[in-house]
Structures are given as structure tokens and as C-alpha cells.
């Protein structure tokens, strides 16, 4: 199916030719410029995702799927690599991790996409190379009751599992009514994201990404918990 | 000169996408408090097949104490789908509320097999391993799948019926290893 699928080799001819943009030496302004044509590209792909659901095929979709996620993580690493540039190293982390997630989430979406591990496996070692070690966060929740986000019924009513594709969306559980239960400091997080941002030295606080101490006067610790997907 | 020596030991940049890469901590047996004694204590009906016990299941008192670990609902819907008999605690229209940990790699629910289940079906809890195993490999990627997965089996034993935990903690693929441990267990 998706050999004989032009839209599959116009998708691949489109995404080589913002490749270039994923160095740190690329000019801005193209860089830019490769953000408006993946923007455009996702919209395209929108296109394309109906028109499969419309045809009632779902492979289709969830092929579409893996290509907006290859979008999505191309996108947000040449967002990294402006931030880089601008010196918003924290935005930029973000970048990266979403990056990340998106590359690991293509292969999910299509066994298509399976060779996006070793696309992934750069973007750790950007991590490690770019990036000083974080200190990492892990949250424990409470939550009242879940939910499915693909036909909104209470989770546990439907077949739908989460991380696998239905007709070009990702099942996910939405949890309702959550309260904190606690917080850790972990090796392993389940979200990078989620992250000690600095910590309190003598004269303020000492950002962990730039090493900046920045104003603050208590002792407690300045960290990120939760993170929007 | 100290920093200098720890520039020159870079971290293992692709260390963590070794899908064996998680420590292999094997498997532990365990006693257990008997399950239907607890379920009557709490007015609950004995699970016949399969059963995803709650977190607190061996402290609570009351039944409306339940706290579930978040994946138990989608465990049952997996087993289901691999035609297992799961059993449901609480009576109709009672819900239990869920603990959502948010660390990396997976940690399951404590999941009770009958004696009865054991008896009748010899391929059972193959078959659920199998079922998990497919999921988590899917749903696992990267870190999330290099920390690994734990998971705790109850097992009612055919004989007695005391129960016994088994706690597995290492890489997905080595959850087939529990089939062989629940078949030990049961038969003891």
C-alpha cells in the first residue's frame, strides 16, 4: 500500500529537504523557512488523514500519523537548535524531549516507522553532548477517574489501549479529579521534562542549565512536575 | 587535573537503547495473606478466573480504601482480549480510585490467578504473559524500556490454596519466565 502511495514519496521528498536545517550552523532564517514548509506539510497531511478515514481506511491514517510525528520531532529540534542559538537553554531542552518523544511515538503509529530508533538514538546523544545532567522529577497522583481520549468514554467501557494508533490518533487515558500524592527525585522519569530548574546556593538560586544564579531567597527547591503532552 | 580525568569519561551516549540493557533481577516468591479471606473481610466476591488486586489490597480495611495502580483497567483489557476469565472486585456501580506513578519503565498491578483457574486451564498464564509482553514491547520505547518492568503474580496453590506472591523485575522479554514460576508455585 504505501509503495504505490504517492503521497508517501512527496511526504520524503518534502522532509529531505528540511534535513539540512537540523545543524546548528544552518542560517536562522532558513531555518525558519523549514519550520513554515513542516507546518505546511502537517497541513497537507491533515488532508490526508480525513481523506483515509473518509475511504475507511485506517492503515492510511495511522501511516499519516507516523509522518506527523516524524513532522512533529524534525519541527521541534529545529526549534531546539534556534532556542539554542537565542540562549534559552531551558525552552530548548523542552524541544528536545518533545523531539524525542515524537520519534519514539512515530514508531508506535505505523511499523513503518520502526527505523525512527536510530533518529532517536541521535537525539539522545544531542542530549548528552549539548546538555549539562539534569536532576529528574517523578510525580505520584491520585486520580479520581480516567477516561479515553479516543471515544471519551470511561476508560475501562472501551477496547481502546493506550499508546496504540485508532484511525490516525494515539489512544491516550485522560485522568479527571487528580490530586498530588507526592514527588521524587528519580534517575528514570517518565517525562525529561520534569526537572529540578535550579537550587537554592548562597546569594539566590543556581539555574541547572545555564548556572546562573538568578534571584530567590528561600532554601526550597525550584522544580517543573508537570508537563503538558 | 580531577576535572580533567572526568572530562575524559564520556557518559555511554547509546547505552540505554540496548533492549536488554535492563538489570535482570530475576524472580522472588514470597508468602501472601490468602486472598479469599481478604476479599471477605471486605465483602468483595472471590474472583473465579483472573483478578488485578489494588495496591493497598493488604492493608485496607474497607473496600471504598481501594487505591488501583493506574494500567490494572488496561490489564484487564488486555487479558480480556487474549480470552481470559478477568473478574471485576468491587460489586456493580462501586469504583475504586487509581495511583498514578510517573516514572520511567512499567510497573504493573499485583495479578491474582485462581487455583481454580490454574486447575482448568494450563495455559493461562502463558497466554497473559504473552499478552503483556506484545503490549509492553509495543509500548515501551527507548529509557521507558530500559528501566524495565516489574510485576507481581499471586498465585492461589491447586492443593492448599495458599497463596504466594512471585515478583518479577528485569527486561519485557523475560516476563515468560513468570509462566514457568506460577506452574512451580501452584503445583507445590
Same mark, same amino acid.
Given at each position: 500500500?504505501?509503495?504505490? /502511495?504517492?503521497?508517501?514519496?512527496e511526504?520524503?521528498a ?14 536562522? +532564517?532558513? &531555518?525558519?523557512?523549514a ?10 497531511? %491533515? ?8 475511504? &475507511? ?9 507516523? =509522518? ?7 519541527g521541534?529540534?529545529? &526549534? ?17 524531549? %518533545? ?27 544531542i542530549? &548528552?553532548?549539548?546538555? @549539562?545532567? #539534569? ?21 475501562? *467501557? ?6 496504540? @494508533? ?10 479527571? /479529579? ?38 530567590? +531567597?528561600?532554601?526550597?527547591?525550584? *522544580? ?6 | 587535573?580531577?576535572? *580533567? ?8 551516549v ?21 486472598? #479469599? ?38 490489564i ?14 468491587? @460489586?456493580?456501580? %462501586?469504583?475504586?480510585? =487509581? ?13 491474582f ?22 503490549y509492553?514491547? /509495543? ?15 499471586i ?8 497463596c ?8 519485557? +522479554? ?15
Amino acid at each position: 500500500m504505501s509503495e504505490a /502511495d504517492p503521497v508517501v514519496g512527496e511526504v520524503n521528498a518534502a522532509i529531505n529537504g528540511v534535513l539540512a536545517a537540523l545543524h546548528i550552523t544552518h542560517a536562522s +532564517e532558513l &531555518q525558519h523557512a523549514a519550520l513554515a514548509d513542516l507546518d505546511a506539510l502537517h497541513e497537507r497531511l %491533515e488532508v490526508e488523514t480525513q481523506s483515509a478515514i473518509a475511504n &475507511q481506511d485506517e492503515a492510511r491514517a495511522n501511516l499519516m500519523l507516523g =509522518f506527523k510525528c516524524v513532522i512533529s520531532s524534525l519541527g521541534s529540534e529545529i &526549534q531546539m537548535w534556534l532556542l539554542l542559538k537565542s540562549e534559552e537553554p531551558e525552552a530548548a531542552w523542552d524541544c528536545l524531549i %518533545e523531539a524525542q518523544n515524537a520519534a519514539l511515538s512515530a514508531g508506535r503509529a505505523h511499523p513503518g516507522f520502526a527505523h525512527l530508533d536510530e533518529h532517536f538514538q541521535r537525539l539522545e546523544a544531542i542530549e &548528552q553532548l549539548l546538555f @549539562p545532567p #539534569q536532576v529528574f522529577m517523578s510525580s505520584g497522583l491520585i486520580v479520581g477517574r480516567q477516561t479515553c481520549s479516543i471515544c471519551q468514554a470511561d476508560y475501562e *467501557a472501551c477496547d481502546h489501549v493506550p499508546g496504540r @494508533p485508532y484511525w490516525g490518533r494515539f489512544c491516550q487515558i485522560q485522568s479527571h /479529579d487528580i490530586q498530588l500524592d507526592h514527588a521524587a527525585v528519580v534517575e528514570h522519569p517518565a517525562d525529561k521534562r520534569c526537572r529540578l530548574i535550579s537550587r537554592p546556593v548562597e546569594g539566590g538560586h543556581r539555574n541547572y542549565m545555564t548556572g546562573r544564579i538568578e534571584a530567590g +531567597e528561600d532554601r526550597t527547591m525550584n *522544580a517543573k512536575l508537570l508537563c503538558a503532552n | 587535573m580531577e576535572s *580533567a580525568r572526568q572530562m575524559f569519561t564520556p557518559r555511554p551516549v547509546f547505552e540505554t537503547h540496548d533492549p536488554n540493557a535492563a538489570e535482570a533481577l530475576g524472580i522472588g516468591v514470597s508468602d501472601y495473606p490468602s486472598v #479469599q479471606q481478604r476479599l471477605e473481610a471486605l465483602g468483595c466476591p472471590f474472583p473465579s478466573g483472573v483478578a488485578v488486586l489494588p495496591a493497598n489490597f493488604e492493608t485496607i480495611t474497607d473496600r471504598s480504601e481501594m487505591k488501583e495502580v493506574a494500567e490494572a483497567p488496561t490489564i484487564r483489557k488486555l487479558l480480556r482480549s487474549g480470552g481470559l476469565p478477568v473478574s471485576t472486585l468491587l @460489586p456493580q456501580g %462501586e469504583t475504586s480510585r =487509581f495511583v498514578l506513578n510517573r516514572s520511567a519503565g512499567w510497573t504493573g498491578p499485583a495479578i491474582f490467578i485462581s487455583a481454580g483457574l490454574l486447575s482448568g486451564n494450563a495455559t493461562a498464564v502463558s497466554l497473559a504473559m504473552g499478552v503483556l509482553t506484545n503490549y509492553l514491547s /509495543d509500548f515501551l520505547k527507548g529509557a521507558q524500556r530500559q528501566k524495565g518492568v516489574s510485576l507481581d503474580v499471586i498465585v492461589e496453590r491447586k492443593g492448599d490454596r495458599v497463596c504466594k506472591k512471585i515478583s518479577y523485575q528485569g527486561p519485557v +522479554e523475560g516476563l515468560a519466565t513468570l509462566a514457568h514460576a506460577v506452574a512451580r508455585i501452584a503445583d507445590e
